[in-house]
């Protein structure tokens, strides 16, 4: 009887380690998905040539150099090295970083982190992503402090808890998820005199953004006739994946074409779904 109850308990564990692998295993798959895709996250951390190419070996090391009269920044490591990257942070401390913008010391993460859209993070994703990082291979790249001319927010908002998807039989609203996580606005729409971005425009386009590749002005991305309104969605589908609009020309970075390839079909059927939705508003004058 003991031997059988042994037995019993035997099995029930390998089914629960087998059952936790699987997670696992699916868990780092959907981190891979969105950090090689929809976040894009190599986009900004990873490290870039004199050209603005990104160097895959040198993994998501930071280092990237951006100037604007508002603020000289570096773009930090998010290798797992201990001392020059986030080796040494805990998955709670990983995850407040990610999506509240708060260091494990308690300083805030500069705007240029997009919290404000990665707070939408839902608590599996944020699980998932911060999975994949851990798993990724330590890069040693010390990082130079940035520099801003204007203060910091005292807290991108309240702590957060139990934040959940849209499902994605909802095409509008899981496309709007989705262009959150990819924070597609906060290119595409103008800003102000103080940099802040003009909400009563969103999408319009006009924002102009220095690097490595030269200056980028950021497209009209509304149901606008100077937008996408006559593209249809295999136009508006390529131009995300290959940043190569229907007249051939092919955009310049920020525009993180090299990640959003990796889109599945079905999301980007959902984020075009939403594009659409967005009220039409002129570009802005150049």
């Not at 040198?58 to 570096?74: C, R």
């Not at 001392?83 to 805030?108: N, Y």
Request: aromatic content about 6%; hydrophobic content about 35%.
């Amino acid at each position: 009887m003991a031997k059988h109850k042994l037995c019993g308990i035997v099995a029930c564990l390998l089914i629960t380690g087998q059952a936790i692998a699987g997670t696992n295993e699916a868990r780092l798959a959907r981190g891979k998905y969105l950090v090689e895709g929809v976040l894009a996250c190599a986009n900004c951390h990873g490290v870039r040539d004199e050209k603005g190419r990104v160097l895959a070996e040198k993994g998501m090391s930071g280092g990237f150099h951006l100037v604007e009269p508002m603020f000289d920044a570096y773009v930090p490591n998010i290798t797992t090295d201990p001392e020059t990257g986030i080796g040494k942070w805990t998955d709670a401390q990983l995850g407040k970083a990610i999506r509240e913008g708060v260091r494990p010391d308690g300083s805030i993460l500069s705007p240029l982190m997009p919290v404000e859209y990665y707070r939408t993070l839902s608590d599996d994703d944020l699980k998932a992503v911060i999975l994949y990082l851990r798993a990724q291979p330590p890069v040693k790249s010390v990082v130079p402090k940035s520099t801003w001319n204007f203060p910091l927010p005292p807290t991108y908002g309240p702590p957060l808890v139990n934040v959940k998807a849209p499902s994605p039989r909802d095409k509008v609203a899981y496309g709007r998820y989705l262009i959150t996580l990819g924070h597609c606005l906060e290119c595409h729409t103008p800003r102000g005199e103080k940099g802040q971005l003009d909400a009563t425009r969103l999408g319009a386009g006009g924002q102009s953004i220095n690097g490595p590749w030269g200056e980028s002005i950021s497209r009209n991305i509304t149901s606008h006739a100077e937008g996408l309104r006559d593209w249809s969605d295999t136009e508006i589908a390529t131009a995300i994946r290959t940043g190569m609009d229907r007249s051939g020309k092919h955009y310049r970075p920020p525009m993180a074409f090299d990640w959003y390839h990796n889109i599945s079909d079905a999301d980007i059927t959902a984020m075009i779904a939403y594009l659409r939705t967005l009220p039409p508003v002129e570009s802005v004058a150049k």
